[in-house]
């Protein structure tokens, strides 16, 4: 009876445990949500700055952005990731193909944009954001390269590692990145009135938009 008892709890207990690792990272990934939608907001940002500085903006919004993504990270299992290296029969050969298309498309993508826009001046890591709305390059066609760029990278992932944790970070990030974005399309908005509803017009979100419209 007692072997019974645990034959059938353990599948039980595996999953429980498996349901509160996947709501952690989710967890994670929205604590990092608000951390980095939360200092970047306006107001937070020159609060920040009125008293520390653009340096000092910089640093905490580094630091913070390091200490909630941990959290997350360390759910994700290193351990396995080089699982085709320890059982090469596991490998999925489309899969890894879809990968390794997906990585490459994301790098190209992240330097295309980076011609015309800093990695760090997108993500708020700087405050010293040109008054002059950038449209040139790849941002003639798309308003988010970058984050185009992570989503892929993310999608990369999955394809590379198909685990179930891998999958619950990735999308709880591409949800978050999305949700992001339309909140720093809130503050350019404001930062760069008419210019930039007219250049929304222009340019797609996410993907390219081939037939700009001029209104």
Known sequence: MVIYKLYVLDPTARVVTSMFEHLAIVASVTIFGIQHSGISALRVKHWIIDRWGKEGYSRIFNVTSFLALVPASLSLNFRDWL??????????????????????LSVVVAI??????????????????????VTGGLYARMRHPLYLATILFLLSLVAFYPFSNILTFSL???????????????????????????????AGFLLPRLNSRKD
């Open 83 to 104: 699982y085709f290296l320890q059982s090469p029969e596991l490998v999925n050969p489309l899969l890894f193909l879809l990968g390794a298309i997906l990585l490459v």
């Open 112 to 133: 295309l944009a980076s011609r015309s826009i800093s990695v760090s001046t997108v993500a708020d890591m700087r405050t010293d954001r040109k008054p002059t709305l």
């Open 172 to 202: 709880a990030f591409v949800v978050y990145i999305v949700i992001g974005a339309y909140l720093e399309e809130r503050k350019l908005v404001i930062q760069y009135g008419t210019e930039y509803l007219a250049y929304r017009k222009r």
